[in-house]
């Protein structure tokens, strides 16, 4: 296993379902990561501690998804200035929105790219964090132009249905 670059922290096992998608992508891409529950509200203290012990552990882009009253990303946030991706994680209610704009609306100073709702949201997030990655590792970067290649040729192959 390859040293762990990217973390990705959820506030619940069930924003499992949703944040699999961005550890899809790492797996991947090759990229050494860790996935694990770091609730803001249930057990903060080791969310400092996560935050606080990133840099030192080599991490260079933490993945944080939570649902509700999101407060995961921008707490981590706070406390590290290794870059945080925040990905809302879409509840029974209010569809996500919640968490959308408890993650976006950061106040000037502490910044949390912020990403869409729900599964592309944390396919997105990976994406990004290999394209980090990839300014300073060639590698990802042909691996990363051979995964548009492929999107796009995808798109390309795309048909339609005859009208109804
Ligand atoms: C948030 O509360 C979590 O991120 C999750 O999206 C939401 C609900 O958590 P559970 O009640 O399912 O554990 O902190």
């Not at 944390?122 to 051979?146: I, K, T, Y």
């Amino acid at each position: 296993m390859p040293p762990v670059q990217v973390g990705v922290v959820m506030g619940s096992s069930s924003d499992w379902e949703t944040l699999q998608h961005a550890v899809q992508i790492l797996q991947e891409f090759g990229i050494g990561h860790e996935a694990r529950v770091v609730s803001a509200h249930r057990m903060p203290d080791d969310m400092f501690a996560y935050a606080q012990e990133a840099a030192g552990r080599g991490l260079k882009a933490i993945i944080a998804g939570a649902g509700g009253a999101a407060h995961l990303p921008g707490m981590l946030a706070a406390k590290t200035t290794v870059p945080v991706l925040g990905v809302p994680v879409a509840g029974r209610h209010l569809q996500g929105v919640d968490s959308l704009h408890s993650i976006v609306q950061m106040p000037k100073g502490i910044p949390v790219a912020t990403f869409a709702i729900g599964a592309a949201g944390a396919a997105n997030a990976a994406l990004f964090a290999v394209a980090m990655l990839a300014g300073e590792q060639p590698a990802l970067r042909d691996q990363l132009d051979a995964f548009r290649a492929r999107q796009t040729a995808a798109a390309r192959a795309m048909t339609l249905p005859p009208a109804a």
